[in-house]
């Protein structure tokens, strides 16, 4: 049986963009206006998660104020007065895109939607998302909300390795405890439909038109791939997921083990170094070890491709 790659354009509107990165190092792999600021609708509530997740206990109850019941837009129907839990409300979050669950999240960890905010922009700026600035918790249009296809490619990486964020935006079907076993499907119907698509979130504003963030696995390979302002956002996702993995495979660069680093000082590499490469990079890489003249305790090992460094690992000196 004869398969076939298909490849279809992702930039038909004039203003869309695509990042795809690679989920263990968060290298670029392809892209398109990979840094152009753009607002992302909804996927910021994977941002609003992740930060809910890290300053909360998922059994903590919240209770429901009239500004979050009242909020603009998709909702989980949350009702004032009512308590509910920081689980249920990520879930609710996360594969209903409720906008009243990131109000009353945002609410209970940040004291109010502007403390929220600024919470969400200080982790955005330790981790280098320098096209990122938020106002809001839900991703509803404001002027200023804005970030780029590449920034909100990390964003989804960056969350996935919390086991609970994977969790929760991995999961297909969640029955909320608070309304009458009523059940929530995921939105991202990829997740449902495509072997690999293992997590991700739906977006779309008017202004923002629809935006997509997916999580794929395949044969140990992870990519993340983003696009915003894209119609055809599924085909497109899928398209550039199987490119990645077509054409790229994991190598070895180094081994694992001790390399003389001058000669007096030896350096350990605790595990072997790969990443996902086309044939032909693999010919073009340096590895290179950065160590301080103030420090001689570790030193840095960058691995470059063409002057840039796309990895880089802590090595103890001994």
Not at 13 to 41: C, E, F, K, W
Not at 191 to 216: D, E, H
Not at 309 to 314: F, V
């Amino acid at each position: 049986m004869c398969s076939f790659l298909i490849f279809f354009s992702v930039t038909q509107a004039a203003n869309a963009s695509y990042a795809v990165i690679d989920a263990d190092t968060g290298r670029l792999l392809l892209g398109s206006n990979v840094h152009q600021q753009m607002p992302i609708a909804s996927l910021t509530k994977m941002w609003t998660a992740l930060i809910a997740i890290e300053n909360n206990e998922l059994d903590e109850e919240v209770e429901i104020t009239r500004q979050a019941a009242l909020s603009e837009g998709s909702s989980i129907y949350l009702e004032p007065g009512e308590k509910v839990t920081i689980e249920e409300l990520l879930y609710g979050l996360m594969l209903r895109s409720g906008n009243d669950a990131a109000y009353a999240l945002a609410e209970h960890t940040g004291g109010s939607i502007e403390g929220f905010a600024d919470m969400m922009n200080e982790k955005a700026y330790l981790y280098g998302l320098d096209n990122t600035y938020f106002t809001n918790p839900s991703g509803l249009h404001n002027d200023l909300h804005l970030s780029s296809a590449y920034d909100t490619a990390q964003m989804l990486r960056i969350a996935m390795q919390n086991e609970k964020f994977r969790k929760i935006a991995s999961t297909i079907n969640y029955k909320s405890p608070s309304k009458n076993g009523v059940t929530w499907q995921n939105k991202h119907k990829l997740l449902r439909q495509q072997v690999g698509a293992l997590a991700g979130k739906t977006g779309f504003t008017k202004v923002a038109g629809r935006t997509l963030a997916t999580y794929f696995e395949e044969d140990g390979k992870k990519v993340v791939v983003v696009t915003l302002s894209e119609s055809n956002d599924w085909q497109v996702h899928k398209s550039l997921a199987n490119k990645v993995f077509s054409e790229y495979d994991y190598v070895t660069v180094a081994e694992k083990g001790e390399y003389k680093a001058t000669e007096d000082k030896t350096i350990e590499l605790k595990k072997p170094i790969s990443i996902l490469l086309k044939p032909e990079e693999e010919k073009e890489l340096q590895n290179v070890l950065h160590l301080s003249r103030k420090q001689d305790e570790f030193g840095i090992w960058h691995v470059m491709l063409k002057n840039e460094s796309i990895y880089a690992t802590r090595v103890d000196i001994k």
